[in-house]
């Protein structure tokens, strides 16, 4: 098994800035052969949905209405997955969860975070 804790949300204003981190913990074994990490986001009355995702070898993907704003990268060796998020909108509001996959061919959606809040104000 392995637990993912999500850090980094908080409020800030639009135009902004922030990074969110997802650090896994668990035996060694899951670790290693984790597939798949990223990120989803659910806003109030909105169903979750993918923000951007990152594979063990570095491939990305990204939602449309993050692409060029967002960067997702990842620390094999620390078990970490980022998402800088530049130019934030009030639109990107909503709550922010980490997620992996099981295997290294498996897409995010094994483990889950917590969640954490990112509020952007006008």
């Known amino acids: 098994q392995v637990q993912l804790v999500e850090s980094g949300g908080g409020l800030v204003q639009a135009g902004e800035s922030l990074t969110l981190s997802c650090a896994a913990s668990?035996?060694?074994?899951?670790?290693?052969?984790?597939?798949?990490m990223g990120w989803y986001r659910q806003a109030p009355a909105k169903e979750r949905e993918l923000v951007a995702q990152?594979?063990?070898?570095?491939?990305?993907n990204y939602a449309d209405s993050v692409k060029g704003r967002f960067t997702i990268s990842r620390d094999n060796a620390k078990n970490t997955v980022y998402l800088q998020m530049n130019r934030l909108k009030t639109e990107d509001t909503a709550v922010y969860y980490c997620?992996?996959?099981?295997?290294?061919?498996?897409?995010?959606?094994?483990?889950w975070g917590q969640g954490t809040q990112v509020t952007v104000s006008s």
């Open positions: 668990g035996s060694p074994f899951s670790l290693v052969i984790m597939g798949a």
């Open positions: 997620a992996a996959g099981r295997h290294i061919t498996a897409t995010p959606g094994d483990y």
């Open positions: 990152i594979t063990r070898g570095g491939v990305t």
